[in-house]
């Protein structure tokens, strides 16, 4: 186990025997003069832990250091494990970015957003959003396998080099992130007729005309990130979006589980909303884990909080009967199966904290923090590793419980 979490749960000891002893003064039980050194010793010890604790929370981030060892070149390109030839996504660099940002770690950020603006970009910030699909061809050509754009990678990279510029007092990353938003605001959005505003999930692709679909992805709009294009934006579209967002987490959702995909079904010859989508399936597994992560990172006091986690209220019940996260669920009949990668309970973790589920919290985070330990002690040749969407999810999931990060109402960070 890292150094620091042993740090933090000393403190957590320190804080709760002091707050202890406070409680039997205050009923009579022992005399104040007794008791009143102790306190005060451990107190300051407290404090020059939590001083400590946080002086080194984001500097020293053991999990950001192995992402990078792993997953990271030296020129910033993020490779995904498990991906055909070495492939990297948009999505991987945005995350990267995102990860660099918490951990003050400028030198990382900047080569993967040099990375990511010269490869998936053709260095042209103005008018072109990322390629999602980086690889090598079948010709053995290394560059754009597709150049469709992914819209979460996207908001994701533009969220974080706005709080680039903000933290950093980096003009030129303020700059970049408004170029990407214009340009969001104008390929990636689109109107549905009595609804309003919507994100798409890239450029190209998603509005089957022929069938009268509009195809959406509820894990590509995190209301943290919406919150903050809007705040920088203040005419767009982004606060509305974020209201449609929860509207559509809502909609034909029976057993409050968060789906994979969704559509939004306009025909001549029925009521025209949202329903599982025909070309992909009525299943949340890879993609809806990250709509838990994301509410449960959303702050309190945003006004849409309490209706979306309304909206999620499924997963508790089913993690808890299934003695773990299920792998995939079948979110029109509430059934699941299969145990999930230790991602999905690291992403599940400030959902259960936010909804202060105590049991399933403390389960699920026992084991995460198992897996960590197993990942660090073991000498073996053969050493079980986080895969790569495993060990974003855990730098999402951990980051946040270790309040490496927590997210503003605004959506700017508080770290």
Known sequence: MPLKFLTVNKLRVIYNLAAYLKELNNLNFFRWHFFKPILIALTLLGLSLSACAYSATNKNWP??????????????????????????????????????????????????????????????????????????????????????SASDADIWIAYSLLEAGRLWKNDTYTSDALKMITKIEAVEVVTIP???????????????????????????????????????????????????????????????????????????????????????????????????????????????????????????EATLKNGAPPEVINIQQGTFNGIAPIGFSAALLPYFKANNQTYALNKELARVNKKLDDISSTQQLEAPELGYYDHVLCLFGMGWMEKRYQFMPSGKLNN
């Open 63 to 148: 999990l950001w250091s192995d992402f990078k060892t792993k997953f990271v070149q030296t020129d910033g390109r993020v490779i995904a494990s498990g991906a055909p030839n070495f492939q990297s996504f948009s999505e991987g660099q945005s995350y990267a970015m995102f990860f660099a940002l918490v951990a003050d770690d400028q030198a990382s950020f900047e080569s993967i957003w040099h990375w990511t603006k010269e490869n998936l970009m053709g260095n042209n910030v103005n008018d072109t959003l990322p390629a999602w699909l980086w690889g090598v061809s079948e010709d053995g050509h290394w560059g754009v396998i597709d150049q469709n």
């Open 194 to 316: 009595s609804l309003g505003k919507f994100l798409l999930p890239g450029q190209l692709g998603f509005i089957q005309v022929d069938k009268y679909l509009t195809q959406f992805n509820p894990s590509y709009m995190p209301l943290p990130v919406l919150r903050r294009l809007a705040l920088a934006s203040p005419q767009g579209p982004w606060d509305e979006i974020a209201t449609n967002t929860v509207l559509m987490l809502s909609a034909n959702n029976p057993k409050g589980f968060a789906v994979d995909w969704l559509s939004y079904e306009n025909t001549p010859l029925a009521t025209p909303g949202f329903i599982v989508d025909p070309l992909k399936s009525d299943l949340g597994s890879y993609d809806a884990i990250r709509v838990y992560l994301w509410a449960g990172m959303t702050s309190k006091k945003d006004p849409l909080a309490v209706p979306l986690m309304k909206s999620l209220v499924g997963i508790t």
